[in-house]
């Protein structure tokens, strides 16, 4: 027969199940055939016939067959089936015989048989063998004994090994025809080795990227180095194993490489505990004696994220983590700061403090967690929160400028999360641009923006220069500003928790005992300034306070002054949705109230025409400040209506539209009284006063209008004073105007205040005396008529009828002023009709 023709080769992949495999050439014999198994590293096992498979099929003439594993092969092995038939002559011929046709035909096909199998083997040997090109001859190889672990290399036309002996404790190098020669040196250079670990190590190595062609890109960043602080650990030593000591000196000279360089500082993953030691960036002087910044020639401190490069100081007096005292051009990226405190009795810890002056610092993607703070309520200087402050800027005294800083922070379980305490004659001559984002949960604080009263005169006009956008969430705290001149503050809110557990710290007791007011925005003065507060504060004490404070030597009111003020707040008030706060009249001036229906009603002391405010208020109303528009003065008393008391050398006249009380200089009331109705009735008077100095010498300057109730059993009377007066030494023309209520025992003998002093800037026209039927007397002002401020509560019992028997039964009105000011008073209202 004839015999095909067919590569004598085939190869199976194991899957350890599969046992017969098809053999698709022929063979004769069993024993024809060769079974390599191929496991999956390259070793090769043959297998033996009857031991490890069997064989069918073939025969004579030489057919196809099947080869069966006795065991099937492993998934990942290969089987290789080959033609393996030995090289024999086994027939014979009989001389004489006829011609063999059937076995010189088999012959025939064993020769070719083994023909196909020989081309295999040399074309395989070929494939795998060294070989040169054809027409040349291949080098011999010498003997290998005796050159173990030396290179080959071609010289002469001859393979031959290359000697290591001469190149022991050398380098392999190229010398000038290319050709191998030692070269001095080794990998173990302990000077390279050294000079490589060095803090100057970075620059024996190149750094600068050539890209051109198609790949050119050219980044600003690529061009500035990054260098890992590992490169500044002691030899040997990783950051789990550093001491805190250690890592702060190893980051002590990373930064002075990096400002000596102008290169930035990386800091892998890990938590780098620096004990009680600050970030090594720092001036170490006092902040109020520094006299030049450290400039930082623009380095970046870079993390590998929040969540996986971690700064921390560990300490039982507080330390503050980045404590950047006079330092300017610095910037922080990509990582978190936290503290811990272990002991109660100090200080707490802020997380990143500025002192002494700043310029040019950029904070980007900075959480801070958890800072501890102390609560200081009962500190002899005066109630504070001691640390816990995660971005805060105390540059109220510094001697440095005050430049541009901008940070994007997230803060969770910190006092306060921005905070910047001004000094505002120090910042008059600043240049301070501060862009802050803050996102803060679950502090005491979110916002917060103070400064201390002003040592001297600071200009109506004065900005800060400080922006703030804020996300607050569960904070007892979100806005709080404070004499804050020239800010601008937006913040969103919002706030499901209780009340008490607002007041709460990650440790589970109260922030701040001194300040357990839960509220979205507290703002007492604040002037050139725009306030937004939106969102949801579902439980607190006050939605907004709004008001003055003392204002020092400034020459300013203490008053919240030209302001755009928006309130957009749901949420549930449990003493009040916006509470006034008047310091001694200074309350707000000259500004825009917008509250919306959900945040609540706007105080009446707001809606005083003298305060020329505008308010947008939640019932769709707008309230504008109307010069010379209130209340008419229908009800003009007459002098014989009412009889004196004390009259003195006072004189009354009747005109079409007042009552003229001339008075004298004598300190003591001068009063027209009449019968007083039963309770409750009310009493109303609008006036003017005008003093006038005796001489031109520099003098206290007081008189006063009186509205009054007296017990004509014993003489006792309390009066309701609308007073003007200007103190020696202040300009002519300028005057001050203040309420209050007063206890005398007679006309001519002052005993006690009931009701302490309020301020304006205006004088107070109309007062309103309520008698109540339970037995009080209620005190209001106005400067319009029509929209009135409760100045306080007196209960009759506590003086007018304290002893000697008798009632409140006299109503009336008069005068009063002090030596040298002569005074003449209008009385326009005297009844008990409300005005219209």
């Known amino acids: 027969m004839t015999i ?18 098809a053999v698709p050439y022929q063979f004769r014999d069993t024993a024809d055939l060769r079974v390599t198994a191929i496991a999956a590293d390259g070793a090769e096992t043959v297998k033996t016939l009857s031991t490890h498979y069997m064989v069918t099929g073939g025969g004579s003439p030489p057919a196809p067959g099947s080869v069966t594993m006795l065991a099937a092969p492993a998934l990942g092995t290969q089987l290789l089936i080959e033609g393996a038939r030995t090289i024999r002559q086994a027939r014979e011929w009989a001389a004489g015989d006829r011609f063999p046709a059937a076995a010189t035909e088999g012959s025939a096909d064993d020769d070719t048989i083994v023909a196909q199998e020989l081309r295999r083997d040399l074309e395989d040997l070929r494939r795998h063998a060294l070989t040169t090109p054809r027409g040349e ?191 300017k051009n610095a910037h922080f990226r990509d990582f978190m700061i936290t503290a811990e ?43 504070f929160i001691d640390g816990g402050k995660a971005l805060t800027v105390q540059c109220d005294g510094a001697p440095l400028e005050v430049g541009f800083l901008q940070a994007d922070i997230c803060v969770w379980g910190c006092a306060q999360a921005f905070a910047i305490e001004a000094g505002l004659t ?9 862009e802050i984002d803050v996102y803060a949960e679950d502090c005491f604080s979110a916002v917060s923006i103070s400064a201390a009263e002003a040592d001297g005169p600071v200009p109506a006009d004065t900005h800060f220069g400080i922006r703030v956008r804020s996300q607050s969430v569960n904070c007892q705290k979100d806005v709080q500003l404070g004499r804050a001149h020239g800010v601008d503050v937006r913040s969103m809110v919002r706030s499901i928790k209780s009340v008490a557990e607002l007041r709460k710290s990650p440790d589970d007791i109260n922030w701040y005992e001194e300040d357990l007011v839960v509220e979205a925005l507290h703002c007492a003065y604040a002037k050139n300034s725009t306030v937004v507060v939106i969102g949801e504060k579902q439980h607190c004490d006050y939605k907004a306070q709004i008001g003055g404070t003392g204002a020092g030597a400034s020459g300013l009111l203490g008053a919240t002054e030209w302001c755009e003020i928006t309130l957009s707040i749901g949420g549930t008030a449990a003493l009040q949705d916006i509470r006034d706060l008047d310091v001694g009249g200074n309350l707000m001036n000259y500004s825009t109230l917008s509250v919306t229906a959900a945040t609540g009603v706007i105080p009446p002391a707001f809606y005083l025409a003298s305060r020329f405010n505008i308010l947008f208020s939640g019932d769709g109303r707008v309230r504008m400040p109307l010069q010379g528009y209130e209340a008419s003065s229908a009800d003009v008393p007459k002098v014989a209506d009412f009889a004196w008391r004390n009259q003195g050398s006072v ?106 002093d309020r301020h304006d800037v205006v004088p107070f026209k109309w007062a309103r005396m309520d008698v109540t039927a339970g037995g009080n007397m209620e005190f209001y002002v106005s400067h319009d008529g029509r929209s009135w401020v409760g100045l306080g509560t007196v209960a009759i019992s506590a003086f007018l009828t304290a002893t000697g028997g008798g009632a409140l039964n006299q109503v009336g009105f008069g005068i009063r002023s002090i030596t040298g000011t002569p005074c003449t008073a209008f009385i326009q209202n005297f009844s008990g009709n409300a005005p219209s």
């Open 137 to 327: 001859d291949a080098p011999s190889l010498p003997s290998l004994a005796g050159h173990d672990g030396e290179l080959m290399w071609l010289k002469d036309g001859v393979l031959q090994p290359l000697a290591k002996s001469p190149f022991a404790g050398m380098f392999y190098g190229g010398g000038a025809d290319g050709a191998p020669v030692p070269l001095s040196g080794t990998g173990a250079d302990v000077a390279l080795r050294g000079d490589l670990a060095g803090n100057s190590g970075m620059a024996l190595v190149g750094n600068r990227l050539s890209l051109t062609g198609a790949n050119k890109r050219v980044l600003a960043e690529l061009d500035r180095r990054i260098v890992s602080v590992e490169h500044f650990y002691p030899q040997g030593v990783n950051l789990a194993a550093l001491t805190p000591a250690q890592l702060v000196g190893a980051i002590t000279l990373a930064i002075a490489s990096a400002i000596a360089e102008g290169h930035d500082i990386y800091f892998p993953a890990g938590l780098y505990n620096l004990g009680s030691n600050y970030f090594p960036l720092r001036q170490t002087a006092n902040p109020n004696d520094l006299t030049d910044f450290l400039d930082a020639n623009n380095l970046t401190i870079y993390g590998s994220g929040p969540r996986s490069t971690v700064f921390k100081t560990v300490s039982s007096i507080g330390w503050d983590v980045f404590q950047l005292n006079g330092v």
């Open 426 to 434: 120090n910042f008059l001559d600043k240049r301070t641009m501060m």
């Open 651 to 756: 004189t009354a006249a009747d005109t079409a539209t007042s009552l003229v009380l001339t008075g004298d200089a004598d300190g003591e009331l001068h009063c027209l009284v009449e019968a007083a109705p039963a309770p409750p009735f009310s009493r109303y008077l609008r006036g003017d006063i005008v003093m006038q100095a005796t001489s031109a010498a520099n003098v206290n300057l007081s008189a006063e209008i009186l509205l009054l109730a007296r017990n004509s059993v014993n003489s006792r009377l309390v009066t309701f004073r609308l007073i003007r007066e200007r103190l020696a030494g202040t300009e002519v023309g300028q005057a001050d105007f203040r309420a209050n209520v007063s206890n005398w025992t007679s006309e001519t003998a002052a005993d006690s205040f009931a009701v302490t």
């Open 341 to 383: 405190l272990t002991a109660t009795d100090a200080s707490g810890s802020n997380g990143m403090s500025f002192t002494g002056g700043l310029d040019n610092i950029t904070v980007k993607n900075v959480h801070f967690l958890n800072l501890p703070s102390i609560d200081r309520s009962d500190a002899e200087s005066g109630p």
């Open 4 to 21: 095909a023709t067919t590569a004598r080769t085939v190869m199976y992949a194991g899957n350890g199940a599969t046992v017969t495999f």
